[in-house]
């Protein structure tokens, strides 16, 4: 018994070195080299859905609903595309006979048809955690990239490049390294990824965990997509952090929590920011005072508010950058983890960097931590924030009716400018930004039953505010988003 396996593995082991040398490519680590690149077509848009920690209440889980489109993050899943007036996005769905079964899809809207295709499936994560969905980005030829991450290091994770420019039909295994020391080595492990792109390559910020911390966050960079820097660690204070990042006209910027010693994430709290605007060489924070990383202190250079003095959490949703290239943070403050009205207020809070310093501003309130949203800047007199912020048919779960909010005053004060769904049977959830957004297509998001496992549906949204389902079952190779019916209050 145990010789035949040796001889079988063995045999594999000689044909993945074979299929290396007849392909004049270097040869992939066990891990890649099992992973299937599917390259099928689904016959419909269906998310996956998720729950996390049990919390043995009405409520049934921590967080919990369609997840397709899930997590804070994860930036970006969606880009537009002008030279071929496409808009380009990724999702974690769902096999057609489990909806807690991750598959990586990858798809696109056709603004000059007004048509989506069959999604691409990429791959089987192998895996029901939504932690795993990936990110989409774009290099200069037009090469769409989508990252694979995993949740901590027991999964592999995974980078593919489509083999021809805006196209979505075949996708191949990208060796991806990273510099350690003197040596490029593969990189088969990132968790949390954020990739943005500019005219010097690609910019990432990711978390690592155990590198010390549980969950370090970090940053490398990469001319092609294929090739790494070395991994720098940005902060690593007591348990760690989650972080949001964004890029600006000049600089790249990371707002951040930290998770007590001895009490974890579900205790995240506190506000951090630090940015840069050499790619990694130097970071400072929002003065310019110059900062040595990794930061391990609770109180330091780059604390934008003490939030634990004032016994709140911090949920992070969104980071940008003002026409002065200022950054804008978006997050909300709770007083627990726990889903219920006990935590209530659930603050959406905007932070500005002005000439003076930090200024706040509250949006409006909702029902969950995990109520997730992000910020739209079309002029500097309309900044715009669209985010579940309604309460859907479960209450107090994440999600819910979608509302779009509006400024006029750069971020000082708010007000509804229009709900987006309503009577919805199941909350909507995640609702995410799309990067060089065309004005037909804005936002992305996903809906699911918040207390049980269920079917979830993709939904789309135009600057003005009218939703589309991308069809679940599809017949023919292309459809029609369904338009969503709102009956607007009188």
């Not at 996903?446 to 009218?466: I, K, T, V």
Request: aromatic residues 12%; hydrophobic residues 35%.
């Amino acid at each position: 018994m145990f010789r035949d396996e040796w001889d079988n593995s063995m045999l594999n082991h000689r044909v993945t070195i074979l299929f290396a040398l007849l392909c004049g490519t270097q040869l992939l680590t066990p891990a890649v080299a099992q992973v299937p690149t599917l390259n099928e077509k689904a016959d419909g848009y269906r998310g996956i859905w998720y729950m996390n920690q049990p919390s043995n209440d009405e409520y049934v889980y921590k967080y919990s609903g369609g997840m397709g489109t899930y997590c804070a993050k994860h930036k970006p899943f969606a880009i537009y595309c002008r030279e071929v007036n496409r808009t380009f996005f990724c999702y974690g769905g769902a096999a057609k006979d489990d909806n807690q079964r991750l598959l990586h899809m990858v798809s696109y809207f056709d603004h000059e048809t007004g048509t989506v295709p069959r999604p691409t499936v990429l791959l089987d994560k192998q895996t029901s955690d939504a932690h795993d969905n990936p990110v989409i980005s774009m290099d200069a030829d037009g090469h769409l990239l989508i990252f694979s991450t995993s949740h901590g290091r027991a999964r592999p994770s995974y980078i593919h490049r489509s083999r021809r420019p805006f196209d979505i039909d075949e996708f191949e295994l990208v060796n991806a390294t990273h510099r350690d020391g003197d040596a490029q080595v593969p990189m088969t492990n990132f968790s949390y990824m954020q990739v943005w792109n500019s005219v010097d390559g690609f910019h990432a910020f990711f978390t690592r965990y155990n590198y010390p911390a549980a969950r370090t966050i970090c940053f490398m960079s990469s001319p092609d997509g294929r090739d790494w820097s070395s991994w720098q660690r940005l902060a690593a204070i007591d348990e760690g952090h989650y972080q949001v990042t964004g890029l600006g006209r000049d600089r790249l910027g990371s707002m951040f929590n930290y998770h007590p010693q001895g009490k974890g994430l579900n205790w995240r709290t506190n506000l951090y920011y630090i940015e840069t605007v050499d790619n990694g060489k130097t970071w400072t924070n929002a003065d310019g005072h110059g900062l040595s990383l990794p930061l391990t202190d609770v109180q330091n250079a780059a604390l934008v508010r003490d939030y634990e003095a004032e016994g709140l959490n911090v949920y992070l949703k969104d980071l940008r950058y003002d026409a002065d290239d200022s950054p804008i943070l978006l997050y909300i403050t709770s007083r627990g983890y726990e889903s219920g009205p006990k935590n209530d207020p659930r603050t959406w809070t905007i932070a500005r960097r002005t000439e003076t310093g930090w200024c706040y501003a509250v949006i409006t309130t909702s029902d969950n931590n995990y109520d997730m949203g992000e910020l739209w800047l079309p002029a500097d007199d309309d900044w715009r924030v669209i985010a579940p912020t309604q309460k859907g048919a479960q209450p107090y779960n994440p999600g819910g009716e979608v509302v779009m909010w509006q400024s006029r005053d750069q971020g000082a004060t708010w007000q509804k400018m229009r709900q987006l769904t309503r009577n919805s049977p199941m909350n909507h959830t995640y609702v995410r930004r799309v990067l060089d957004a065309h004005p037909d297509f804005i936002a992305f998001w996903a809906d699911g039953h918040g207390r049980q496992p269920s079917e979830s549906r993709l939904y789309f949204s135009n600057l003005s505010g009218d939703v589309f389902r991308l069809p679940p079952l599809m017949n023919a190779e292309s459809a029609r988003p369904e338009r969503v019916p709102v009956q607007e209050s009188p």
